[in-house]
Protein backbone atom coordinates (compact mmCIF):
# COMPACT_ATOMS: atom_id res chain seq x y z
CA UNK A 1 0.00 0.00 0.00
CA UNK A 2 1.00 3.44 -0.73
CA UNK A 3 2.13 5.91 1.87
CA UNK A 4 -0.52 8.69 2.41
CA UNK A 5 1.14 11.73 0.17
CA UNK A 6 0.13 13.96 2.62
CA UNK A 7 2.30 12.56 5.98
CA UNK A 8 5.52 13.63 7.41
CA UNK A 9 7.68 12.03 10.12
CA UNK A 10 9.11 14.13 12.59
CA UNK A 11 12.47 12.07 13.52
CA UNK A 12 14.35 13.48 16.36
CA UNK A 13 17.41 12.46 17.32
CA UNK A 14 21.56 13.06 15.97
CA UNK A 15 20.59 13.97 11.95
CA UNK A 16 18.76 16.53 10.43
CA UNK A 17 18.96 20.09 9.36
CA UNK A 18 17.11 22.02 12.65
CA UNK A 19 19.69 21.84 16.00
CA UNK A 20 17.66 21.32 19.67
CA UNK A 21 18.66 24.56 21.23
CA UNK A 22 15.66 23.55 24.21
CA UNK A 23 13.01 20.88 24.70
CA UNK A 24 10.89 21.19 27.86
CA UNK A 25 7.59 19.87 28.68
CA UNK A 26 4.75 22.45 29.04
CA UNK A 27 1.98 20.17 29.82
CA UNK A 28 2.69 16.25 31.12
CA UNK A 29 4.87 14.33 30.05
CA UNK A 30 8.21 15.74 27.99
CA UNK A 31 10.06 14.03 25.35
CA UNK A 32 13.50 12.16 25.24
CA UNK A 33 16.12 14.84 24.58
CA UNK A 34 17.18 15.04 20.95
CA UNK A 35 20.58 16.95 18.95
CA UNK A 36 18.95 17.00 15.60
CA UNK A 37 15.85 16.91 14.20
CA UNK A 38 14.98 16.09 10.58
CA UNK A 39 11.39 16.23 8.30
CA UNK A 40 10.85 12.97 6.41
CA UNK A 41 7.84 12.90 3.99
CA UNK A 42 6.09 9.47 4.67
CA UNK A 43 6.56 6.86 7.08
CA UNK A 44 10.35 5.59 8.04
CA UNK A 45 11.54 3.44 10.73
CA UNK A 46 14.70 5.00 12.21
CA UNK A 47 15.95 2.41 14.83
CA UNK A 48 18.85 4.57 16.00
CA UNK A 49 16.15 8.18 16.52
CA UNK A 50 15.07 9.16 19.99
CA UNK A 51 11.57 9.70 18.40
CA UNK A 52 9.40 9.44 15.36
CA UNK A 53 6.36 11.43 15.67
CA UNK A 54 3.50 11.27 12.38
CA UNK A 55 1.30 13.48 11.03
CA UNK A 56 -0.47 14.29 8.24
CA UNK A 57 -2.27 17.90 6.78
CA UNK A 58 -5.39 17.54 5.93
CA UNK A 59 -8.46 19.75 5.16
CA UNK A 60 -9.71 23.26 7.58
CA UNK A 61 -11.64 21.85 10.59
CA UNK A 62 -12.47 25.35 11.58
CA UNK A 63 -11.21 27.98 9.23
CA UNK A 64 -14.19 30.10 8.04
CA UNK A 65 -13.83 31.37 3.59
CA UNK A 66 -13.42 35.08 5.28
CA UNK A 67 -10.73 33.77 7.46
CA UNK A 68 -9.00 31.51 4.89
CA UNK A 69 -8.99 34.20 2.79
CA UNK A 70 -7.34 36.56 5.17
CA UNK A 71 -4.96 34.16 6.01
CA UNK A 72 -3.74 32.97 2.19
CA UNK A 73 -3.15 36.70 1.60
CA UNK A 74 -1.09 37.05 4.41
CA UNK A 75 0.52 34.16 4.75
CA UNK A 76 4.15 32.74 3.56
CA UNK A 77 5.20 29.45 2.87
CA UNK A 78 7.98 27.35 5.25
CA UNK A 79 11.78 27.49 3.70
CA UNK A 80 12.32 30.74 3.61
CA UNK A 81 15.81 31.45 3.42
CA UNK A 82 15.90 34.34 6.75
CA UNK A 83 13.38 31.76 8.48
CA UNK A 84 16.37 29.72 10.78
CA UNK A 85 14.32 29.48 13.75
CA UNK A 86 11.57 26.78 14.47
CA UNK A 87 9.52 25.52 16.95
CA UNK A 88 8.01 21.96 17.03
CA UNK A 89 4.68 22.01 19.27
CA UNK A 90 3.37 18.68 19.71
CA UNK A 91 -0.21 18.67 21.88
CA UNK A 92 -2.69 16.31 23.17
CA UNK A 93 -6.48 17.10 23.72
CA UNK A 94 -8.63 15.81 26.46
CA UNK A 95 -11.18 13.29 26.14
CA UNK A 96 -13.43 16.04 27.13
CA UNK A 97 -12.45 18.01 23.64
CA UNK A 98 -13.13 15.15 21.68
CA UNK A 99 -16.36 14.33 22.98
CA UNK A 100 -17.84 18.22 22.02
CA UNK A 101 -19.51 18.58 18.64
CA UNK A 102 -18.32 20.92 15.94
CA UNK A 103 -20.23 23.88 16.22
CA UNK A 104 -19.09 23.33 20.55
CA UNK A 105 -15.27 23.28 19.01
CA UNK A 106 -15.34 26.00 16.71
CA UNK A 107 -17.52 28.26 19.68
CA UNK A 108 -14.35 27.84 21.81
CA UNK A 109 -11.76 27.75 19.11
CA UNK A 110 -12.61 30.96 17.77
CA UNK A 111 -15.45 32.99 19.48
CA UNK A 112 -13.91 32.31 23.23
CA UNK A 113 -10.17 31.85 22.32
CA UNK A 114 -9.51 34.23 19.16
CA UNK A 115 -7.39 31.01 17.73
CA UNK A 116 -7.33 32.30 13.87
CA UNK A 117 -7.29 36.28 14.65
CA UNK A 118 -4.32 35.90 17.08
CA UNK A 119 -2.06 33.67 14.38
CA UNK A 120 -3.25 36.20 12.06
CA UNK A 121 -1.51 39.19 13.92
CA UNK A 122 1.67 37.28 13.62
CA UNK A 123 1.08 36.75 9.60
CA UNK A 124 3.93 36.82 7.74
CA UNK A 125 6.80 36.73 10.28
CA UNK A 126 6.13 33.13 11.71
CA UNK A 127 5.28 30.42 9.33
CA UNK A 128 3.10 27.65 10.24
CA UNK A 129 2.13 24.26 9.13
CA UNK A 130 -0.53 21.88 11.48
CA UNK A 131 -0.35 18.01 11.09
CA UNK A 132 -3.14 15.60 12.21
CA UNK A 133 -2.25 12.58 14.36
CA UNK A 134 -5.39 11.26 15.34
CA UNK A 135 -6.52 9.64 12.83
CA UNK A 136 -3.55 8.05 11.78
CA UNK A 137 -3.40 4.02 11.69
CA UNK A 138 -1.06 3.57 14.64
CA UNK A 139 -1.60 4.97 17.70
CA UNK A 140 -0.15 7.97 18.29
CA UNK A 141 1.22 10.24 21.74
CA UNK A 142 -0.40 13.51 19.99
CA UNK A 143 -3.21 14.88 18.63
CA UNK A 144 -1.14 17.57 16.85
CA UNK A 145 2.05 18.75 15.74
CA UNK A 146 2.55 22.21 15.09
CA UNK A 147 5.68 23.52 12.93
CA UNK A 148 6.61 27.30 12.95
CA UNK A 149 8.95 28.88 11.05
CA UNK A 150 10.22 32.51 11.51
CA UNK A 151 13.66 34.88 11.67
CA UNK A 152 15.63 35.18 14.49
CA UNK A 153 14.37 38.69 15.12
CA UNK A 154 10.89 37.78 14.96
CA UNK A 155 11.49 35.38 18.04
CA UNK A 156 9.93 37.71 20.87
CA UNK A 157 6.33 38.40 18.34
CA UNK A 158 6.51 34.56 18.38
CA UNK A 159 6.92 34.10 22.15
CA UNK A 160 3.88 36.74 22.67
CA UNK A 161 1.84 34.57 19.88
CA UNK A 162 2.46 31.70 21.99
CA UNK A 163 1.40 33.08 25.32
CA UNK A 164 -1.50 34.61 24.26
CA UNK A 165 -2.39 31.18 22.81
CA UNK A 166 -1.86 29.37 25.87
CA UNK A 167 -4.02 31.95 27.99
CA UNK A 168 -7.24 31.24 25.73
CA UNK A 169 -10.29 28.57 27.15
CA UNK A 170 -8.70 26.33 24.30
CA UNK A 171 -5.84 25.94 26.05
CA UNK A 172 -8.11 24.43 28.91
CA UNK A 173 -8.19 21.64 26.89
CA UNK A 174 -4.82 20.74 26.44
CA UNK A 175 -3.53 17.57 28.57
CA UNK A 176 0.53 17.60 27.31
CA UNK A 177 2.16 19.75 25.56
CA UNK A 178 5.91 19.43 24.50
CA UNK A 179 8.04 22.52 23.06
CA UNK A 180 10.99 21.74 21.31
CA UNK A 181 13.50 25.00 20.10
CA UNK A 182 15.43 24.45 17.08
CA UNK A 183 17.76 26.58 15.10
CA UNK A 184 19.06 25.75 10.95
CA UNK A 185 22.37 25.18 10.52
CA UNK B 1 3.60 0.88 17.80
CA UNK B 2 -0.04 -0.37 18.56
CA UNK B 3 -2.55 0.12 16.41
CA UNK B 4 -5.42 2.94 16.64
CA UNK B 5 -7.87 1.57 18.98
CA UNK B 6 -10.58 3.42 16.55
CA UNK B 7 -9.80 1.62 13.23
CA UNK B 8 -11.39 -1.07 11.80
CA UNK B 9 -10.74 -3.09 8.51
CA UNK B 10 -13.17 -4.78 6.21
CA UNK B 11 -11.93 -7.63 4.61
CA UNK B 12 -13.92 -8.90 1.46
CA UNK B 13 -13.38 -12.20 0.48
CA UNK B 14 -14.42 -15.64 1.05
CA UNK B 15 -14.86 -15.55 5.10
CA UNK B 16 -17.24 -13.70 7.63
CA UNK B 17 -20.67 -13.24 8.84
CA UNK B 18 -21.80 -10.74 6.29
CA UNK B 19 -22.72 -12.73 2.48
CA UNK B 20 -22.72 -10.52 -0.28
CA UNK B 21 -25.83 -10.35 -1.84
CA UNK B 22 -25.43 -7.64 -4.34
CA UNK B 23 -22.41 -5.14 -5.28
CA UNK B 24 -22.70 -1.92 -7.77
CA UNK B 25 -20.64 1.05 -8.36
CA UNK B 26 -23.15 3.83 -8.30
CA UNK B 27 -20.54 6.24 -9.83
CA UNK B 28 -16.59 5.59 -10.70
CA UNK B 29 -15.19 2.23 -10.54
CA UNK B 30 -16.27 -0.55 -8.87
CA UNK B 31 -14.85 -3.07 -5.96
CA UNK B 32 -14.06 -6.93 -6.83
CA UNK B 33 -17.09 -8.97 -6.23
CA UNK B 34 -16.67 -10.81 -2.64
CA UNK B 35 -18.39 -13.65 -1.13
CA UNK B 36 -18.64 -12.84 1.95
CA UNK B 37 -17.04 -9.42 4.55
CA UNK B 38 -16.16 -9.28 8.09
CA UNK B 39 -15.50 -6.61 9.87
CA UNK B 40 -11.71 -6.94 12.19
CA UNK B 41 -10.77 -4.06 14.77
CA UNK B 42 -7.57 -2.87 13.53
CA UNK B 43 -5.10 -3.55 10.54
CA UNK B 44 -5.00 -6.85 8.89
CA UNK B 45 -3.18 -8.45 6.60
CA UNK B 46 -5.66 -10.82 4.78
CA UNK B 47 -3.22 -12.04 1.46
CA UNK B 48 -6.45 -14.20 0.02
CA UNK B 49 -8.76 -11.32 0.55
CA UNK B 50 -10.27 -9.72 -2.85
CA UNK B 51 -10.16 -6.35 -0.69
CA UNK B 52 -9.46 -4.51 2.56
CA UNK B 53 -10.44 -1.04 3.10
CA UNK B 54 -9.65 0.78 6.53
CA UNK B 55 -11.56 3.53 8.21
CA UNK B 56 -10.95 4.82 11.83
CA UNK B 57 -14.35 6.02 13.77
CA UNK B 58 -13.59 9.82 15.05
CA UNK B 59 -14.46 13.14 16.67
CA UNK B 60 -17.75 14.92 14.68
CA UNK B 61 -16.95 17.02 11.70
CA UNK B 62 -20.61 18.73 11.00
CA UNK B 63 -23.47 17.51 13.86
CA UNK B 64 -24.43 20.29 16.29
CA UNK B 65 -24.54 19.51 20.00
CA UNK B 66 -28.77 19.82 19.29
CA UNK B 67 -28.55 17.27 16.28
CA UNK B 68 -26.35 15.07 18.32
CA UNK B 69 -28.57 15.23 21.49
CA UNK B 70 -31.75 14.71 18.97
CA UNK B 71 -29.22 11.21 17.25
CA UNK B 72 -28.30 10.47 20.60
CA UNK B 73 -31.86 9.82 21.89
CA UNK B 74 -33.26 7.85 18.58
CA UNK B 75 -30.19 6.05 17.51
CA UNK B 76 -30.04 2.31 18.33
CA UNK B 77 -26.36 0.25 18.37
CA UNK B 78 -25.05 -2.31 15.93
CA UNK B 79 -25.74 -6.10 16.12
CA UNK B 80 -28.93 -5.87 17.04
CA UNK B 81 -30.17 -9.47 16.57
CA UNK B 82 -33.50 -8.50 14.28
CA UNK B 83 -30.73 -6.44 12.15
CA UNK B 84 -29.92 -9.25 9.69
CA UNK B 85 -29.08 -6.71 6.59
CA UNK B 86 -26.51 -4.66 5.95
CA UNK B 87 -24.87 -1.71 3.17
CA UNK B 88 -21.43 -1.16 3.45
CA UNK B 89 -21.20 2.43 1.19
CA UNK B 90 -17.60 3.42 0.11
CA UNK B 91 -17.73 7.27 -1.05
CA UNK B 92 -14.57 9.37 -2.21
CA UNK B 93 -15.62 12.70 -2.72
CA UNK B 94 -13.72 15.59 -4.86
CA UNK B 95 -10.60 17.49 -4.57
CA UNK B 96 -13.41 20.21 -4.94
CA UNK B 97 -15.25 19.36 -1.42
CA UNK B 98 -11.92 18.89 0.02
CA UNK B 99 -10.37 22.13 -0.77
CA UNK B 100 -13.78 23.87 1.11
CA UNK B 101 -13.29 25.79 4.37
CA UNK B 102 -15.46 24.33 7.47
CA UNK B 103 -18.51 26.60 6.83
CA UNK B 104 -18.91 26.15 3.30
CA UNK B 105 -18.90 22.20 4.01
CA UNK B 106 -21.70 22.60 6.57
CA UNK B 107 -23.34 24.74 4.63
CA UNK B 108 -23.55 21.96 1.90
CA UNK B 109 -23.75 19.10 4.30
CA UNK B 110 -27.02 20.34 6.37
CA UNK B 111 -28.40 23.55 5.46
CA UNK B 112 -28.31 22.53 1.36
CA UNK B 113 -28.70 18.93 1.45
CA UNK B 114 -30.44 18.27 5.56
CA UNK B 115 -27.72 15.17 5.69
CA UNK B 116 -28.68 14.56 9.55
CA UNK B 117 -32.00 15.73 8.98
CA UNK B 118 -33.43 13.31 6.77
CA UNK B 119 -30.89 10.23 8.65
CA UNK B 120 -33.08 11.03 11.93
CA UNK B 121 -36.28 10.17 9.92
CA UNK B 122 -35.01 6.81 9.85
CA UNK B 123 -34.17 6.26 13.06
CA UNK B 124 -33.70 3.38 15.16
CA UNK B 125 -34.75 1.56 12.12
CA UNK B 126 -31.24 1.91 10.42
CA UNK B 127 -28.36 1.90 12.26
CA UNK B 128 -25.60 3.45 11.14
CA UNK B 129 -21.51 3.30 11.35
CA UNK B 130 -19.23 6.45 9.82
CA UNK B 131 -15.47 5.41 9.57
CA UNK B 132 -13.34 8.51 7.82
CA UNK B 133 -10.08 7.11 5.73
CA UNK B 134 -8.53 9.94 4.50
CA UNK B 135 -5.68 10.61 7.35
CA UNK B 136 -4.87 7.21 7.38
CA UNK B 137 -0.82 6.07 7.24
CA UNK B 138 -1.34 4.66 4.08
CA UNK B 139 -3.11 5.75 0.95
CA UNK B 140 -6.76 4.69 0.54
CA UNK B 141 -8.86 4.32 -2.56
CA UNK B 142 -11.84 6.02 -0.24
CA UNK B 143 -12.63 9.17 2.28
CA UNK B 144 -15.09 7.10 3.92
CA UNK B 145 -16.77 3.80 4.89
CA UNK B 146 -20.38 3.85 5.69
CA UNK B 147 -22.03 0.85 7.48
CA UNK B 148 -25.83 0.50 7.74
CA UNK B 149 -27.73 -2.47 9.61
CA UNK B 150 -31.10 -2.55 9.51
CA UNK B 151 -33.98 -5.73 9.83
CA UNK B 152 -35.00 -7.03 6.48
CA UNK B 153 -38.73 -4.95 6.84
CA UNK B 154 -36.85 -1.62 7.19
CA UNK B 155 -35.62 -2.31 3.25
CA UNK B 156 -37.68 0.00 1.93
CA UNK B 157 -37.35 2.86 4.01
CA UNK B 158 -33.50 2.12 3.69
CA UNK B 159 -33.81 2.24 0.26
CA UNK B 160 -35.77 6.06 0.59
CA UNK B 161 -32.95 7.65 3.43
CA UNK B 162 -30.39 6.33 0.44
CA UNK B 163 -32.41 7.88 -2.99
CA UNK B 164 -32.89 11.22 -0.59
CA UNK B 165 -29.15 11.40 0.43
CA UNK B 166 -27.83 10.54 -3.14
CA UNK B 167 -30.54 13.41 -4.54
CA UNK B 168 -28.60 16.03 -2.51
CA UNK B 169 -26.17 18.63 -3.63
CA UNK B 170 -23.53 17.19 -0.97
CA UNK B 171 -23.56 14.01 -3.62
CA UNK B 172 -22.83 16.36 -6.35
CA UNK B 173 -19.02 16.12 -4.91
CA UNK B 174 -18.89 12.11 -4.51
CA UNK B 175 -16.62 11.08 -7.22
CA UNK B 176 -17.01 7.56 -6.31
CA UNK B 177 -19.66 5.06 -4.82
CA UNK B 178 -19.45 1.25 -4.22
CA UNK B 179 -22.62 -0.09 -2.84
CA UNK B 180 -22.73 -3.98 -1.09
CA UNK B 181 -25.58 -5.52 0.29
CA UNK B 182 -25.44 -7.63 2.44
CA UNK B 183 -27.03 -10.43 4.32
CA UNK B 184 -26.16 -11.91 8.29
CA UNK B 185 -25.73 -15.45 7.83
Not at 43 to 48: C, F
Amino acid sequence: MSINPRLFSFVGGAEGPWRSVESRAIRGESLAEIKRLQIVPGEVVVPEAKWVLQGVTSNERYVTRPEKDLLVAKQEGLNRPEATRAVLIPIQKSPAWWALTQDERREIFETQSQHTRIGLEYLPAVARKLHHCRDLTGEQPFDFLTWFEFAPEATPAYDKLLARLRASVEWSYVEREVEIRLVRE
